[in-house]
């Protein structure tokens, strides 16, 4: 009997990104990737808060699952978590944090943020992919890598992200560090080797969480899903 997974997208990105994830799965799994409110097909879906997306999870998702989120979709995940408690039966975090626990970096964020979001929706979609694509926690992927992830941000439209990243972004949803001890699901926080600075905050949350493990994945950096699909898939099957 095929599992029941729910894979939730990145800011900037689409639920058709984890199409090698699905794939690298097989029959086994059956997979739901939603567009979160703010892209793809959901640009227009309002409002885009984090009580919006939770309440599209309680209502796509399966009765049990395994919920796996990356970047953005991965502090969407742990919120999930600690509201439906009831439904997830794993967690995978891929470059993921429980967000910005001290004020002042917070507000620091929040206000770089804005800044951004007024910026992209004085763009195209094509400007602000070119522009994100320099970001430097993307660097070093390879070129296939690039032109599919570029061609899963064109799916999207500017105003889109703008109420995405004001209404999801690191500092727009409060900090889970002090909560994390209340998720009770086994946890595994995957990290690309390359990507330093989040292998330092898997390492950090699982020291909080009451079950987790720290993967980490050779070779590649922050997107670890859409650099390595099949070791993605092997977290999920538990391989």
């Given amino acids: 009997m095929a599992r029941d997974v729910v894979l939730v997208h990145g800011f900037t990105h689409t ?12 029959e086994s799994y059956r997979a739901l990737a939603l567009d979160i409110r703010g892209h793809g097909s959901a640009s227009d879906r309002a409002p885009v808060t984090l009580e919006g997306v939770l309440e599209d999870l309680n209502v796509l998702g399966p009765d049990r699952f ?8 991965g502090r969407i995940a742990l919120h999930a978590a600690l ?5 997830i039966e794993r967690l995978i975090l891929i470059g993921a944090s429980p967000g910005i626990a001290e004020a002042t970096e917070r507000k620091a ?12 929706e004085g763009m195209s979609i094509e400007e602000f992919v070119r522009r994100w694509a320099q970001t430097p926690v993307l660097a070093g992927q390879a070129p296939d890598v690039l032109a599919a992830a570029h061609a899963d941000r064109l799916r999207n439209r ?19 560090w002090e909560r994390l001890g209340e998720i009770r699901v086994p946890v595994a926080l995957v990290v690309g080797e390359r990507d330093q600075k989040f292998t330092g905050i898997a390492e950090r949350m699982a020291s909080e969480l009451p079950d987790a493990e720290v993967v980490v994945v050779p070779g590649v950096g922050h997107a670890v899903h859409l650099e390595a699909p099949y070791a993605v898939a092997a977290v999920i099957r538990g391989d």
């Fill in 66 to 73: 395994t919920l796996v989120g990356y970047s953005m979709g």
């Fill in 158 to 176: 500017p105003v889109g992200l703008a109420h995405a990243l004001r209404g999801l972004g690191t500092a727009a949803l409060p900090s889970l």
């Fill in 109 to 120: 964020r929040l206000d770089d943020d804005e800044r951004l979001a007024v910026e992209i």
């Fill in 15 to 26: 639920g058709a990104s984890w199409d090698p994830v699905v794939a690298a799965l097989g």
């Fill in 83 to 87: 509201k439906l408690p009831e439904r």
